[in-house]
C-alpha cells in the first residue's frame, strides 16, 4: 500500500513503520514511582454520563495514590467544548468538581480544537485522553503507566491505546458489578467482521462481511504487516479517541492534533500520524482490562450525521493529510 504515497510524504513514512516494539505487554514492571499524569476529558453535553465517568475515574485515582504511589503527582482537566444546555459547571457533581480542572471554550470549536486545549493545558509527564463516555478503572491507569515507563528503558515513546467494551447505558444501569464488564471486549479492534456501514472508500467494499481479529494476527500490533495494512485499516486506525495516552512534551512539539480535521472523525488519528512520522512513536495496545464505552439513546440518533462525517474524515485523512510532504505545514512547538 505504501506505493500509493511518494517516499517523502506522511503516509509512505506510516505505512513503512516497523511497530514492532521492544516490550511483552503481558509482562510489564512494576515501578515504584508512577510518572507525573494529565487526564483529559473532552465534554460536550454529556449529562447522562459525565458523572459516573468522573466516579470511576478518581475513585481509581485516588485508590492508586492510596495503595501504589501515596505522592503520584495526577490532573484531571475537562474541556467543556462550549456546552449551552448543560454546561460542565453546572452539570457535575460539586465532589467531582472540587477535584477537576474544567476549561471552557464560548463556543463548540470540534473535537480537534478541544484536544488541543487539553494538550496545552496539561503539565504533567504523560497525558491520558477520555471521553465523557468512557468508564476506566485502577489496572486500565495503572497498565497505560507501566507501558510507558518500560518503553522509555529502551529510549523509545509511545501511544498506548485501550480497546472497548461498549455497553448500552440501560445495560450498565442494571449491573450492579462492573468488573465482569471490565474484563470484556467486543471491540473491532479484537475480533469482528467488517460491515458495510463501516466503509469509508470503494476500495473498502471488497473487505465487507470479511471477519478480522486484528490483535491475534498482529501480536497486539507488535507484527503488523510489511504491506501496511490490515484488510481496510492501516495502523494508525488503531488509535481511537475514547482512551488513549501519549507523551506530553511529544504531543505539543508535533503541535497536537491537526487543523485540517476539524469536524467529527480522524483528530486523534491525525496525532498518531505525526508522533509516528516524526517521533518514531510505537503504538502499543493496553489489554489487561477493557475501558466501558457507555452507548446512549442520543448518541444513536446521531449515528447516521457522525457516519457522513466520519467518510469526510476519511476522504481528507488518506487522501490529503497523508500526501502532505513530511516537511509541509508542519508546526513544531519549541516552547
Same mark, same amino acid.
Given at each position: 500500500?505504501? !506505493?500509493?504515497?511518494?517516499?517523502?510524504?506522511?503516509?509512505?513514512?506510516?505505512?513503512?513503520?516497523?511497530?514492532?516494539?521492544?516490550?511483552?505487554?503481558?509482562?510489564?514492571?512494576?515501578?515504584?514511582?508512577?510518572?507525573?499524569?494529565?487526564?483529559?476529558?473532552?465534554?460536550?453535553?454529556?449529562?447522562?454520563?459525565?458523572?459516573?465517568?468522573?466516579?470511576?475515574? $478518581?475513585?481509581?485515582?485516588?485508590?492508586?495514590?492510596?495503595?501504589?504511589?501515596?505522592?503520584?503527582?495526577?490532573?484531571?482537566?475537562?474541556?467543556?467544548?462550549?456546552?449551552?444546555?448543560?454546561?460542565?459547571?453546572?452539570?457535575?457533581?460539586?465532589?467531582?468538581?472540587?477535584?477537576?480542572?474544567?476549561?471552557?471554550?464560548?463556543?463548540?470549536?470540534?473535537?480537534?480544537?478541544?484536544?488541543?486545549?487539553?494538550?496545552?493545558?496539561?503539565?504533567?509527564?504523560?497525558?491520558?485522553?477520555?471521553?465523557?463516555?468512557?468508564?476506566?478503572?485502577?489496572?486500565?491507569?495503572?497498565?497505560?503507566?507501566?507501558?510507558?515507563?518500560?518503553?522509555? !528503558?529502551?529510549?523509545?515513546?509511545?501511544?498506548?491505546?485501550?480497546?472497548?467494551?461498549?455497553?448500552?447505558?440501560?445495560?450498565?444501569?442494571?449491573?450492579?458489578? $462492573?468488573?465482569?464488564?471490565?474484563?470484556?471486549?467486543?471491540?473491532?479492534?479484537?475480533?469482528?467482521?467488517?460491515?458495510?456501514?463501516?466503509?469509508?472508500?470503494?476500495?473498502?467494499?471488497? &473487505?465487507?462481511?470479511?471477519?478480522f481479529r486484528i490483535m491475534k494476527d498482529t501480536h497486539y500490533l507488535q507484527k503488523w504487516p510489511l504491506s501496511g495494512s490490515v484488510g481496510p485499516w492501516i495502523m494508525t486506525n488503531m488509535v481511537l479517541g475514547g482512551a488513549f495516552m501519549v507523551?506530553? !512534551?511529544?504531543?505539543?512539539?508535533?503541535?497536537?492534533?491537526?487543523?485540517?480535521?476539524?469536524?467529527?472523525?480522524?483528530?486523534?488519528?491525525?496525532?498518531?500520524?505525526?508522533?509516528?512520522?516524526?517521533?518514531?512513536?510505537?503504538?502499543?495496545?493496553?489489554?489487561?482490562?477493557?475501558?466501558?464505552?457507555?452507548?446512549?439513546?442520543?448518541?444513536?440518533?446521531?449515528?447516521?450525521? !457522525?457516519?457522513?462525517? &466520519?467518510?469526510?474524515?476519511?476522504?481528507?485523512?488518506?487522501?490529503?493529510? $497523508?500526501?502532505?510532504?513530511?516537511?509541509?505545514?508542519?508546526? &513544531?512547538?519549541?516552547?
Open positions: 500500500m505504501n !506505493k500509493l504515497y511518494h517516499k517523502n510524504t506522511l503516509g509512505y513514512h506510516v505505512l513503512s513503520h516497523d511497530n514492532n516494539y521492544p516490550l511483552n505487554i503481558l509482562k510489564l514492571s512494576n515501578p515504584t514511582g508512577l510518572t507525573s499524569l494529565s487526564i483529559v476529558i473532552l465534554y460536550f453535553e454529556a449529562v447522562q454520563t459525565i458523572n459516573l465517568v468522573l466516579e470511576h475515574l $478518581l475513585k481509581s485515582v485516588n485508590k492508586i495514590k492510596k495503595q501504589v504511589d501515596k505522592t503520584w503527582d495526577v490532573e484531571v482537566i475537562l474541556i467543556d467544548d462550549g456546552s449551552t444546555t448543560y454546561t460542565a459547571k453546572e452539570t457535575i457533581h460539586p465532589d467531582y468538581l472540587s477535584q477537576i480542572k474544567v476549561v471552557r471554550h464560548a463556543v463548540n470549536r470540534g473535537r480537534c480544537i478541544a484536544r488541543n486545549t487539553g494538550i496545552r493545558s496539561a503539565r504533567k509527564e504523560l497525558l491520558l485522553f477520555l471521553d465523557a463516555d468512557i468508564l476506566v478503572n485502577e489496572t486500565i491507569l495503572l497498565n497505560h503507566m507501566r507501558i510507558h515507563n518500560d518503553i522509555r !528503558k529502551y529510549d523509545d515513546n509511545a501511544i498506548s491505546v485501550s480497546l472497548f467494551n461498549f455497553v448500552q447505558k440501560d445495560i450498565l444501569d442494571r449491573t450492579k458489578d $462492573l468488573s465482569v464488564l471490565f474484563k470484556k471486549t467486543n471491540d473491532f479492534r479484537d475480533d469482528c467482521t467488517y460491515q458495510e456501514k463501516w466503509i469509508g472508500c470503494e476500495e473498502d467494499k471488497e &473487505f465487507a462481511n470479511q471477519r507523551d506530553r !512534551k511529544l504531543a505539543q512539539l508535533v503541535n497536537g492534533c491537526d487543523y485540517l480535521f476539524v469536524e467529527y472523525g480522524f483528530e486523534e488519528t491525525s496525532l498518531a500520524t505525526k508522533l509516528i512520522v516524526y517521533c518514531g512513536s510505537y503504538i502499543i495496545p493496553e489489554t489487561s482490562a477493557y475501558p466501558i464505552h457507555i452507548i446512549c439513546e442520543q448518541g444513536e440518533k446521531n449515528r447516521p450525521e !457522525k457516519n457522513t462525517l &466520519f467518510r469526510k474524515a476519511h476522504d481528507l485523512y488518506f487522501n490529503k493529510f $497523508l500526501k502532505r510532504k513530511i516537511n509541509e505545514n508542519v508546526i &513544531f512547538d519549541t516552547d
